[in-house]
């Protein structure tokens, strides 16, 4: 009786307990469990979802995939883009291990690879193949979409009528489909001419025969109207390295306009960065070329929220107001909702958040969520897309998974408005870049008063800046769209306008360009630049039409004061300069003959005349040459006139003199220790024993021949220097030549030396030139010199390299385990005249380990730092040291990362220092020493090389 009544309490004690754990396994959570076994830290929850639903039900995997919006192609690939480390390039992912695993490569660009892999092989690709940081899917273009007549309230007709309409520019609609082009162009809505581009593969020539989006082509129906003798090109792209391909394109095809009614989601925090080759990147590149980029501000002023994370109750769930913890949403039963989700924890981040959504406010389990694990090589962003079965109102929740503190959130919802939404910062990429000129919407039947459209993304850019800069209409009349509302129909009014100021403005740079469709906007809203409207309501002003404005300008500085002082000219030589003649307005005006009712006289002649009568176009430009030939030693002075029809200005004077005198030689010295010209060489301290060498440059600046006379005769240097390899003395120096000498320090002894050497000349202001050396000794007894630097790449005498190159030399060890560091050389001139090496400085802001002999490699130079940064560099630097003291038993280093043209893998025992910015097609000298800071101090040899 006792044992059944034992067992039957034990029982019901057991099932009280059972549902306690459960009733707080679910509390604890808050809102159910949804950290699912698909969380992988390298791959997006989505896709390890997808390879889990692959292996475990492959009959329905097409249909979870249509749900997701995912597509999985001929035999079972899915496209997605590999990310390579944030440090690194996509250079570093290994491509034979990706063809083991039947991976196709499709296309890359700087840090991301594009690629189409086994959905079975996801997680294996990222666990195994080295350089890869994370896996995720294509970044994708949300089209931006909610005779136009925006070609009569933008001013556009008046220059139509006077005849600008656009020819002679191009521009690129670049757009994510063109469905009905044909039925457009036949119904006389777009041209024939239209080119039409592919980018989804590699911006090939196309029909647009099977397109299931119109949207680009209801988007060049505007351009069309704005500027219909442009020359257009249709250019569709699937994802951001499309994108990139689209605006390479763009730049070898002379395109100058380049117009994107499109926005992205996720590529950044929304403030202007470029990262993992985003479409900011694009955006800053093609404006760097000189195409002004124009692009819709986004339609998510009611669909976007943005807080600080907020947990008042400490359960891990943000707090939208109050005790709420959703975002509300509501949506019709067939509609999609997509909703993305990001911080302020840019570019990878070990900050964790999830989005999740549900169907009721405390349901325990979601309808669709994102949870990718952020560990640190991770983007902080998750997106949900969602099929809706029922209408209803639904619920987003932020939760934090592991954060250290409250980060920023921002939050999009495409097809929904969100509740509550926040307009303020809610435009999206690449709107938000510096160089966008991200385009608002005011409906053309309130285009005059405001005020603008509701949807309209307003700024700031999270990093403070006022966008959007111009406001266009929309709701206009559209052959492809009926009316067509959105941002998406605003911003091509002003591509379309850019084009006409363009074509009448042919000479007008990217900046000038922008300035001028800023510059004349109807400001509106608050006064001057806004967060609403920008500048205001794009314009083009009748008075910008026809006039007509001569500018002068010469070679002489100041260029534009109509004053050419020639100078002292040797007599029975000459110097000639340049004059330019420019068209300045925008109306043609007629050049006279220059100097016909006013002509120079000897020693003064007009030459190369390019410019008498002549009709210049606006921005067109002509020129002709001014020569001073005196033959005497006498100062002279005249003038000259440039007539034209210029209204304002129909006769422009420009005065002319110059002085004769005697040639001169003018003797110049300069030496390979900076400053280079203070006729001061102070060698480094130096190890008796070993020998410095350091060039001094001879030259001649004057107008006669420079004899030099017998160097160091009459003021000897003693050891420890002397000059060896002298190719000057007793050299006679035509104008612009120079000669080189070389000078030794080779101490023998321990102290401080100093000495000096004369240089004579015919120079008669300065013979002779002295030159003071100095150097110290340092004992061989208590130092060993570190071990010359060997130079590997680039090869001596190697040709058809880049303007950004990675140096490689082998790394120096020190017998005496002394730290040392190396100094970097390059320079066009073999000698090294006045180059100053790239070592380190108290700003340094990047340290690299260099590897055995407690070596530091420093480079870079940051000419102001303030005192935290370089506490913090010291305290970098010290601990850099203890690390290598405590290692240096163990041998070995590391070489730092390399940029492009790195010359094949880098090995652990080399050091490398990218350099970006040579100039094309130029020969370079490069060199290395290493220097133990106590007197030991090695030099590689030099070697050459020559950029493409």
Not at 148 to 154: A, I, M, P, R, W
Not at 224 to 243: G, H, R, S, T, V
Request: a negative charge; one cysteine or more.
């Amino acid at each position: 009786m006792n044992r059944k009544w034992y067992v039957r309490q034990s029982a019901i004690f057991f099932t009280i307990a059972v549902f306690i754990v459960c009733v707080f396994t679910a509390s604890s959570n808050a809102q159910g469990v949804y950290k699912n076994g698909n969380v992988h830290p390298k791959v997006a929850s989505v896709l390890a979802e997808l390879q889990d639903k692959y292996e475990t039900d492959v009959i329905n995997i097409q249909s979870f995939a249509r749900e997701r919006d995912i597509k999985i192609e001929y035999r079972d690939k899915v496209t997605v883009f590999l990310i390579s480390k944030p440090d690194g390039t996509v250079d570093a992912i290994d491509r034979n291990a990706l063809q083991s695993y039947g991976v196709e490569i499709v296309k890359s660009g700087d840090k991301v690879m594009k690629a189409k892999v086994p959905v079975n092989m996801i997680k294996q690709i990222a666990d195994n193949v080295a350089g890869i940081s994370f896996i995720k899917l294509p970044d994708k273009p949300l089209p931006l979409s909610y005779t136009s007549e925006g070609v009569g309230l933008t001013g556009a007709s008046v220059y139509h009528s006077t005849g600008y309409k656009g020819a002679g520019v191009k521009i690129a609609i670049i757009d994510v489909g063109f469905k009905g082009l044909s039925s457009a162009i036949s119904a006389g809505e777009l041209p024939g001419s239209v080119a039409k581009i592919d980018c989804t593969s590699s911006c090939t020539s196309t029909t647009f025969s099977n397109e299931t989006e119109d949207h680009g082509t209801a988007v060049a129906e505007i351009v069309y109207d704005m500027a219909p003798e442009a020359q257009l090109y249709l250019m569709k792209i699937d994802d951001n390295l499309d994108l990139k391909d689209a605006k390479d394109y763009c730049k070898n095809n002379g395109i100058k306009i380049i117009n994107h009614s499109v926005g992205w989601v996720n590529t950044n925090f929304y403030s202007g960065e470029c990262y993992y080759d985003n479409p900011v990147c694009t955006v800053n590149d093609a404006y760097s070329s000189g195409i002004l980029w124009v692009n819709s501000a986004g339609n998510s002023a009611q669909q976007h929220y943005e807080a600080a994370f907020s947990d008042p109750d400490a359960d891990k769930w943000h707090n939208v107001s109050g005790s709420n913890e959703a975002v509300t949403i509501y949506a019709s039963a067939g509609s999609t909702i997509q909703a993305f989700l990001t911080w302020n924890a840019w570019p990878a981040t070990d900050q964790d958040y999830d989005l999740l959504l549900y169907n009721s406010y405390s349901s325990i389990s979601p309808v669709a969520s994102s949870n990718t694990s952020q560990t640190g090589t991770q983007l902080p962003i998750e997106d949900i897309y969602y099929p809706v079965p029922a209408s209803g109102t639904y619920y987003l929740k932020i939760k934090k998974s592991s954060a250290t503190g409250n980060h920023k959130l921002e939050v999009y919802s495409f097809n929904h408005n969100l509740n509550p939404a926040v307009a303020s910062s809610s435009l999206i990429g690449p709107a938000d870049a510096v160089n966008a000129m991200a385009v608002a919407a005011i409906n053309k039947d309130k285009w005059s008063t405001g005020p603008y459209e509701s949807f309209s993304s307003q700024g700031p850019s999270n990093d403070s800046r006022i966008k959007p800069d111009i406001s266009g209409p929309d709701g206009v009349s559209s052959y492809s769209y009926g009316s067509f509302f959105g941002t998406s129909a605003s911003s091509p009014h002003v591509a379309g306008a850019a084009a006409l100021i363009l074509s009448h403005k042919p000479g007008y740079s990217v900046s000038q360009l922008w300035d001028a469709l800023t510059d004349q906007a109807v400001d509106m809203g608050a006064t001057g630049k806004d967060n609403v409207y920008g500048y205001g309501r794009l314009d083009l002003p009748a008075s910008q039409i026809l006039q007509p404005d001569i500018s002068v300008t010469d070679t002489i500085p100041p260029v534009d004061d109509r004053n050419m002082p020639f100078g002292n000219i040797s007599a029975g030589s000459l110097s000639s300069q340049t004059v330019t003649v420019a068209n300045s307005g925008n109306a043609d005006f007629n050049i006279g003959q220059i100097a016909g009712a006013n002509p120079v006289a000897t020693p003064f002649e007009i030459s190369n005349d390019n410019c008498s009568n002549k009709v210049l176009v606006p921005a067109a430009t002509c020129t002709f040459k001014v020569t001073f030939a005196p033959s005497a030693l006498i100062m002279s002075a005249d003038s000259f006139d440039i007539p034209s029809d210029d209204p304002d200005e129909s006769t422009v004077t420009v005065s002319v003199s110059g002085t004769g005198t005697l040639p001169t030689p003018d003797i110049k010295v300069s030496d390979a220790r900076g400053p280079a010209d203070d006729l001061q060489m102070p060698f480094e301290n130096l190890t008796e024993g070993l020998v410095m060498a350091r060039a001094v440059k001879i030259a001649n600046y004057g107008t006669a021949n420079l004899v030099i006379g017998a160097i160091a005769l009459n003021d000897q240097l003693t050891p420890p220097f002397e000059i060896l390899n002298d190719n000057c003395s007793g050299k006679v120096l035509l104008p612009t030549e120079d000669c080189t000498i070389t000078v030794n320090f080779t101490p023998t002894a321990t102290g401080t030396f100093s000495d000096s050497f004369d240089i004579p000349s015919n120079d008669s202001d300065e013979n002779p030139v002295m030159v003071a050396v100095s150097g110290t000794g340092l004992s061989s007894a208590d130092n060993n010199p570190p071990s010359s630097p060997e130079l590997v790449y680039p090869a001596n005498g190697q040709i058809n390299m880049g303007t950004t190159l990675s140096f490689r030399w082998k790394n120096c060890t020190d017998p005496d385990l002394d730290q040392i560091t190396y100094h970097f050389y390059y320079s066009e001139d073999p000698d090294f005249i006045g180059v100053t090496s790239i070592q380190a400085s108290a700003g340094n802001k990047t340290v690299h380990y260099a590897g055995t002999g407690l070596g530091l490699l420093l480079f870079g130079m940051v000419f102001a730092a303030d005192a935290r940064t370089r506490k913090k560099m010291f305290l970098l630097i010290v601990i850099i040291t203890m690390f290598t003291m405590l290692f240096v038993s163990c041998g070995g280093g590391g070489g730092g990362g390399g940029g492009g043209n790195g010359g094949g893998g880098v090995t652990s025992d080399e050091v490398t220092r990218s350099v970006s910015g040579l100039e094309t097609g130029t020969t370079y000298y490069w060199k290395v020493t290493v220097d133990d800071g106590k007197g030991g101090i090695t030099e590689s040899q030099v070697q050459r090389f020559t950029t493409q």
